[in-house]
């Protein structure tokens, strides 16, 4: 029996991964869902998430590769297999453009930058004093591909940083806290609290009113996890009652953000609409490549997901 990848996008168009994987393995056929012809030929299929009744058809599925590195989507899906290896992205390519991001909305945020632009499009020349990097108390939420590459560059460049785990670790220059005892001591000393967690059981919600009051008054949190992981109504609250400062949120419950929703033109809300990060398939498609390999060689496939822990 003939043996093909299925290649299916969400957001992204697919001419990008199908040229990219052509151009390392021309051996390994591709299909698209209009391309699909017998589905049980399909071995592999890569997707950020397959449409509703599409994995019945996949009788000969033995990989689902994820195309993102967050597979919460994926694990969400009533029909994904339950003994279904499932492999996500684990990119230092795409890392490094979340590490950037990150960055970009650390700086946004410890120098108000929201308030400048506020002030500009009044004509008016603002000052505010300026608090210096080593005494600015960031938090890392989630200390992973993503996150711990963030942690390690925070210190680098002078911010007080600390992060947050499951598991322990060291960090050079950042002060690591893992499980659930941690958390508190985390949330007590972060000034911008910066979420990088996968969606599980255990971190669904975990940025709600009560993780807000153990920041030190004035904080301001960065969400670029999933949406899920914040309580859209707390963050209100806690901005109305004056204890957070402000937030900037890339990931959100309902995607696209519905329209009305009152985060749209919150004046101490910055958004971004999930653009913070996306593997691109010139650097990525390797590892895919790789997997679509172990798995045709009966080798178990890189980057898998534990299906127990979510992430
Ligand atoms: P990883 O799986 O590499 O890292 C996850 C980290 O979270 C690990 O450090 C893990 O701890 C920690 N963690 C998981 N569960 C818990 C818990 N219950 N308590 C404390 N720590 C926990 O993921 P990545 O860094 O690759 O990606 C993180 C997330 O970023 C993705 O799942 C996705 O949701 C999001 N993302 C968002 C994008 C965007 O554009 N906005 C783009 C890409 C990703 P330990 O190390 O001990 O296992
Ligand atoms: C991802 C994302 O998980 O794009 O890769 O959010």
Not at 138 to 154: F, H, I, P, Q, W
Request: charged share 20%; proline share 7%; aromatic share 6%.
């Amino acid at each position: 029996m003939a043996q093909a990848v299925l290649f299916h996008s969400g957001k992204v168009p697919p001419a990008g991964w199908l040229a990219a994987i052509a151009r390392l393995a021309p051996e390994i056929e591709v299909r698209t869902l209009d391309t699909l012809g017998d589905p049980a030929e399909i071995d592999v299929a890569i997707s950020w998430r397959l449409p509703s009744g599409t994995f019945k058809h996949l009788t000969g599925l033995k990989l689902m590769q994820c195309s993102g590195a967050g597979v919460d989507q994926l694990l969400a899906d009533p029909e994904l297999p339950p003994d279904l290896p499932l492999a996500r992205m684990v990119d230092p390519l795409q890392a490094d453009e979340m590490v950037a991001f990150a960055l970009w909305a650390v700086v946004e945020q410890h120098r108000d930058l929201a308030r400048y632009r506020a002030a500009i499009q009044q004509q008016e020349w603002l000052f505010q004093p300026q608090t210096s990097m080593r005494s600015r108390r960031v938090g890392v939420l989630g200390l992973g591909a993503m996150g711990g590459k963030l942690a390690a560059r925070l210190a680098a460049l002078g911010f007080a940083t600390a992060g947050w785990a499951r598991t322990a670790r060291t960090i050079p220059g950042v002060t690591v806290h893992h499980g659930a005892e941690g958390l508190a001591a985390l949330l007590a000393d972060s000034h911008i609290l910066v979420n990088l967690l996968p969606l599980t059981r255990e971190t669904r919600g975990l940025l709600n009113l009560s993780l807000f009051r153990q920041l030190p008054k004035g904080a301001r949190v960065i969400n670029l996890g999933r949406g899920p992981h914040l309580v859209e109504e707390d963050l209100l609250t806690a901005l109305a009652e004056g204890h957070l400062a402000s937030a900037l949120l890339d990931v959100f419950t309902t995607e696209p953000l519905p329209e009305g929703h009152p985060f749209w033109s919150h004046p101490q809300i910055t958004i971004t609409p999930h653009i913070a990060s996306l593997a691109d398939p010139n650097h990525a498609a390797e590892q895919v490549v790789e997997n679509i390999r172990r798995v045709r060689a009966g080798l178990p496939a890189l980057n898998l997901v534990d299906r127990q822990l979510g992430y």
